[in-house]
Structure formats: C-alpha cells, structure tokens
Nanobody, 124 residues
Framework: QVQLVESGGGLVQAGGSLRLSCAAS????????MGWFRQAPGKEREFVAA????????YYADSVKGRFTISRDNTQNTMYLQMNSLKPEDTAVYYC?????????????????WGQGTQVTVSS
C-alpha cells in the first residue's frame, strides 16, 4: 500500500506562483512513476503532469506546458509541482498519484494510488 499526502495549495492572484508537494510512504518511492492531476468543480479529473521513477522522463498537459514543472526527490520520497504564471482556469483540487510501475503515463486509469487532494484557487 502507498500513502500520498499533498500540501502547498492555497489562494493566489493571477500571475502568481505556488509549489505543491506530495509526500509518499509505504512503498519504494524510487520504483514508482508519479503524476499530478486536477479536478475543477463540475469537470472531470484531468492530467496535469507526470514523471518517471528515475525523473528522466516528464510529460505535461498542453494547458500547463511552459508554466508548470514537475520534479521529484527520491531521497526524500517527495514529488513537487512548481506552478508559475497561474491563471484563474488553473483553479482546481490538485491530486498526486502513483503507479506500481516506473514508466510515466498521462492516463488517469493507470495510476494505482491517490492522495486526498489540495485546493488551488487563483483569483483574477
């Protein structure tokens, strides 16, 4: 079993920045690909970014490319999402997720473990 705990969400003005963290425990973190997803009110959960177990491969949704950066520290069992130039449309609950496999993917259904989420609100 894997436990994932997100932190770092909050309220920020448009154009501002936030850094989300996802602390993992219960499994060998360095063997797991990880991802960030988000869900806005009334919308389906959508892919944001993913990173392979080694950190060598990353993927981004087109909507966040160039503004968000995913990274991980396998010595600290923690994944990060640096969010810059935030827009009101980035407002959502952000979830971190982990796979049992080391290969990153953008597909929601291929992630096995999920955190409880952290709220990000961007005001205009």
């Amino acid at each position: 079993q894997v436990q994932l705990v997100e932190s770092g969400g909050g309220l920020v003005q448009a154009g501002g920045s936030l850094r989300l963290s996802c602390a993992a425990s219960g499994r060998t973190f360095s063997n797991s690909a990880m991802g960030w997803f988000r869900q806005a009110p009334g919308k389906e959960r959508e892919f944001v970014a993913a990173i392979s177990a080694s950190g060598a491969t990353t993927y981004y949704a087109d909507s966040v490319k160039g503004r968000f950066t995913i990274s991980r520290d396998n010595t600290q069992n923690t994944m990060y999402l640096q969010m810059n130039s935030l827009k009101p449309e980035d407002t959502a609950v952000y979830y971190c997720a982990a796979r049992r496999l080391p290969v990153a993917t953008t597909t929601t259904e291929l992630y096995n473990y999920w955190g409880q989420g952290t709220q990000v609100t961007v005001s205009s």
